[in-house]
């Protein structure tokens, strides 16, 4: 018998989601919200009815009845940090994504509406791989300043989809692969993948690694020191350096690898450059990896939108296949990746973990 699902994945400024059939996508839809209409909101719990709202009747637009569905899915949201897994949604969970105990962001939005309408027709509600997943050994966390831990904050979605879609379709179990995963899009975040779990990698979001499209990556930090208290920034400002201005956006004024591309083609050499330096670094993360799993690496996998560059994609092969087969899965599929989380739940393949 075939399950049909509800996948929502709430962003800043849309909602999307997907009805499947199994693994079969019925239909899609980005609904787009007005800044106007957001601003409304104190808050982006205060959202909540706004979204819900929007999304059965754009379910009721397509003749869809919301009765039908087995589960609803929704984006995972800024959690304590969790391992892995499929979550049911229960009620400290809700708590969490409402209080936003790891900061404010519209995918905590995610799991409250999915249990909202789960809970409206008697099913199951979840949420799958969050980017607050932590699975660092102990090694991992520690920095040079006690204070300042390292922490995983990354494409654990997308990261762990491609590496359990590789596994099967080399007819083995993810937990008994040694990979390294490298996700390329506005932020980049490259992990080792030891027995089912990311023992480490780089935080994709405010921390160290590569640059990326939109992010700073690891700068000098005696530099970033002097320029915190040069008296020219603010805390915000600072920030907004690092996350959303950084990356390719100081270095070129685009966070889009085809428009870097295409100014390359044009001739521009500091397009080239910044090209070229993106992808040393994103090869040197690989390589630190590569240490993590003593050399033993069974696949290399690259995904993500920039993955979608063959010219990015080859010169990566060029510098890191020498380690390792490289697998490119272009893209990121997140409503697939939430649609087959709550799948391996309801199949036996694996039990609904518990939050906490």
């Known amino acids: 018998m075939s399950i049909k699902s509800l996948i929502i994945n709430p962003g800043s400024t849309s909602t999307k ?61 800024m959690l304590k940090p969790i391992p892995g897994g499929t979550y049911a949604v229960n009620d400290a969970l809700v708590k969490d994504l409402e209080i936003g105990v790891s900061g404010q962001h519209a995918s905590n939005l995610g799991g409250i509406l999915a249990k909202e309408i789960a809970d409206s027709i008697g ?20 920095s040079g300043v006690p204070e300042l831990p ?28 040694n990979l390294i995963v490298i996700h390329m899009g506005g932020g980049v975040s490259v992990g080792a993948h030891i027995g089912g ?7 994709a979001l405010d921390g160290d690694g590569a640059f990326s499209p939109e992010r700073a990556g690891g700068a000098p930090s005696g530099a970033l020191i002097k320029l915190c208290f040069s008296g020219k920034y603010t805390e915000k400002e600072v920030y ?36 070229d330096a993106f992808i040393y670094q994103v090869s040197k993360d690989i390589g630190a990896m590569a240490t993590v799993l003593k ?3 069974d696949q290399i996998i690259m995904t993500g939108g920039i993955a979608y560059d063959k010219v990015v994609t080859d010169a ?20 697939l990746a939430l649609a087959q989380g709550a799948l391996r739940v309801l199949n036996g393949e694996e039990a609904a973990k518990e939050y906490k």
Request: glycine share 8%; proline share 2%.
């Open 123 to 142: 099913k199951p509600s979840f949420i799958v791989d969050p980017v607050v997943v932590d699975e660092l050994a102990d090694v991992a966390r520690i």
């Open 295 to 297: 050399g033993k690496i």
């Open 150 to 177: 390292r922490i995983s904050i990354f494409h654990a979605l997308n990261q762990k989809a491609v590496a359990k879609r590789y596994a099967a379709e080399c007819g083995k179990k993810y937990e008994d692969l």
């Open 316 to 335: 990566l092969k060029e510098n890191v296949g020498w380690m390792a087969p490289v697998t490119v899965y272009p893209g990121e599929d997140e409503l």
């Open 17 to 77: 989601i997907g009805i499947f059939e199994d693994e079969t996508l019925l239909f899609d839809e980005t609904l787009r919200h007005s800044t106007e209409e957001i601003a409304q909101f104190g808050s982006i719990i205060e959202q909540k009815d706004f979204r819900k709202n929007i999304i059965l009747d754009f379910l009721k637009s397509k003749d869809f009845d919301v009765a039908t569905l087995d589960v609803c899915v929704g984006r995972g949201g």
């Open 197 to 203: 779990k990311v023992v480490d990698v780089f935080n």
């Open 240 to 275: 907004k350096k690092f996350v959303g201005n950084g990356g390719l956006n100081a270095l070129v004024g685009t966070n889009d690898m085809r428009e870097v591309e295409k100014l390359v083609d044009e001739g521009d050499e500091k397009a080239k450059v910044a090209r």
